[in-house]
């Protein structure tokens, strides 16, 4: 059994899928069925990792919390059917509501289409003592708004503004918005769930045929796969061009989601560990109203 208790342990699983510089990437030498790298590819031995691993982050919470100095931003980017929705529901399982928030950005209001294109991600940042995840995020201005240029034309921008480097200013804009957001207390790890198109295609028919999972069906979803090399392009260009020391990516293999949920929660993990919690010391003084106010409650 693979012991991932230390942090050399966690980091040798993470490493292969972990980039933290600029330079290019290509999606080819990521394999989206990987589960080499947990030399067991044993599924209930990365379950009982995982149930540990949110048992852990469970526990470290309270502590991010009553530090109230610091947060974590966690975003979720991948294809339709990626797994992002159970990804949230199980590795975050064990964290209290009260200091987690997930947004899930869909299309832009008419109010947020009169602001700048960060502005309604901004608002959802973490505060101090939070966990913020991002269910898709402001990567999606140089995603979707690049594959289909209909939706950039509908942010109404100056004349003169959409230039043949419009990706490349947005690169730069997400990079300071992000390496700004460090600098206040704001730790970032981003996540693309890296789906392979069969795996998509089983995952669609899937619900297609199960009526409990129609709901999820969407045509749109559809129409998007004769777009899968635009979007494989899209995601390697901002990958190249936005993986940082202080908000990596991780490119995670999702064809089997147990793999890539303990994936996630390892990370997650060692993001947390890093920062060393611990509940606030108490000061003489409030040990001595401590005691005042015991007293008084004995009556």
């Not at 989206?32 to 469970?58: F, I, Y």
């Not at 594959?147 to 990706?167: C, D």
């Not at 749109?220 to 392009?233: K, L, Q």
């Amino acid at each position: 059994m693979v012991d991932l208790v230390t942090d050399e342990d966690i980091e040798k699983l993470l490493r292969p899928f972990r980039i933290d510089q600029p330079g290019r990437v290509s999606l080819q030498d990521f394999d989206p069925g990987d589960t080499d790298s947990l030399p067991s590819g044993d599924r209930k031995e990365a379950d009982q990792h995982l149930k540990r691993g949110v048992k852990w982050m469970a526990e470290q919470q309270p502590m991010l919390a009553a530090d109230n100095r610091e947060a974590l931003l966690i975003i979720f980017q991948g294809r339709d059917a990626a797994g992002k929705d159970s990804m949230i529901s199980h590795v975050m399982s064990g964290v209290n509501p009260q200091g987690c928030h997930v947004t899930s950005f869909k299309h832009p209001s008419y109010e947020a289409l009169d602001h700048d294109y960060m502005w309604r991600y901004h608002q959802r940042v973490p505060g101090r003592g939070e966990i913020g995840i991002f269910n898709r995020s402001y990567y999606e201005e140089v995603l979707i708004v690049r594959v289909h240029p209909n939706i950039l034309a509908a942010q109404n921008l100056p004349e003169g503004r959409v230039t043949a480097n419009i990706w490349q200013e947005r690169f730069d804009d997400i990079n300071h918005f992000e390496r700004y957001l460090t600098r206040n207390g704001v730790h970032i790890l981003k996540f693309f769930l890296n789906i392979s198109p069969e795996e998509q295609k089983k995952r669609f028919l899937k619900r297609l045929n199960h009526p409990e999972k129609h709901w999820k069906f969407s045509q749109a979803d559809i129409d998007e796969r004769s777009y899968w090399d635009d979007y494989t392009a899209a995601y390697e260009d901002a990958i190249s061009h936005t993986a940082m020391p202080y908000a990596p990516w991780y490119v995670v293999p999702s064809d089997h989601k147990w793999f890539a949920r303990l994936l996630v929660a390892a990370a997650i993990v060692a993001k947390l560990r890093s920062l060393k919690l611990a509940y606030p010391p108490i000061s003489p003084e409030d040990m001595g109203a401590f005691e005042t106010a015991r007293k008084a409650l004995r009556g």
